[in-house]
């Protein structure tokens, strides 16, 4: 089943509470969480005290990114403060292996996110122990980036390596997905897309918009 996750980069960040209500109240029962360190990459969002902060507001699952350097420090600060689905990068972690072990122990899905120039084989000998990969279809840090067209050859090549070897690896898109490009990203292979500055601008018509047309995709 596809499925679309508002990005809280573009929520309103003094209104958290109203608009992740106003999500739930549409359909949507998954967040996506951006986490910036300003060192992995130039901008800066919050750590887990603002995911502890949103936890007790609603049931929807928070698929939380880390886009921080040495993401093992604090894997067991983002499973306190209540993530479900917890994402680190492969350009940040030493022993990658180690890093997915220490989520899953901790009873966390864990995913591994490709920064754009990033090629999936570097996932070869640990997709198998992966609940979800991300792509990253612009170069993370920032909302509001235009998509980069190589991403459709990397989601197509990384669901053909899934289906190859029979795994049940979710795969994730995020950065520039638009209503008006979401079809070829769900025709390359992506379950799960991450939208933010486009889903804000309108959110109940475009998200009605994304699950009209993630109608024609379910099997």
């Known amino acids: 089943m596809k499925k ?15 608009d992740i209500k106003e999500l739930e109240s549409i359909g949507i029962d998954m967040f996506h969480i951006d986490v910036m360190d300003g060192n992995f990459v130039p901008n800066i969002s ?6 502890k902060q949103l936890r007790p507001l609603t049931n929807m699952v928070f698929d939380v990114h880390l ?9 067991q600060n983002f499973k306190d403060a209540g993530a479900d ?3 680190v990068h492969y350009e940040a972690c030493k022993h990658l292996h180690r890093t997915v072990s220490y989520i899953k122990s901790l009873g966390m899905k864990a995913g591994v996110s490709l920064n754009p120039a990033t090629n999936i084989d570097v996932l070869d000998y640990v997709l198998e122990d992966l609940d979800l990969v991300l792509i990253m279809s612009v170069n993370p840090g920032f909302g509001g980036q235009s998509f980069i067209p190589s991403a459709i050859d990397k989601i197509k090549n990384l669901k053909a390596k899934i289906r190859e070897r029979n795994l049940n690896v979710i795969v994730e898109v995020d950065g520039g997905v638009k209503t008006t490009n979401v079809k070829d990203v769900i ?25 009209e047309i993630f109608k024609n995709y379910e099997k």
């Open 187 to 211: 025709e390359a292979g992506a379950d799960l897309i991450v939208s933010g500055s486009d889903v804000f601008a309108d959110k109940e018509n475009r998200i009605r918009a994304y699950k």
């Open 67 to 75: 886009m921080i350097e040495d993401p093992d420090r604090y894997v």
């Open 85 to 87: 689905i917890l994402t």
């Open 46 to 51: 919050f750590g887990p005290m603002i995911i």
């Open 4 to 18: 679309i996750l508002p990005s809280i980069l573009s929520a309103d960040f003094a209104n958290l509470e109203r």
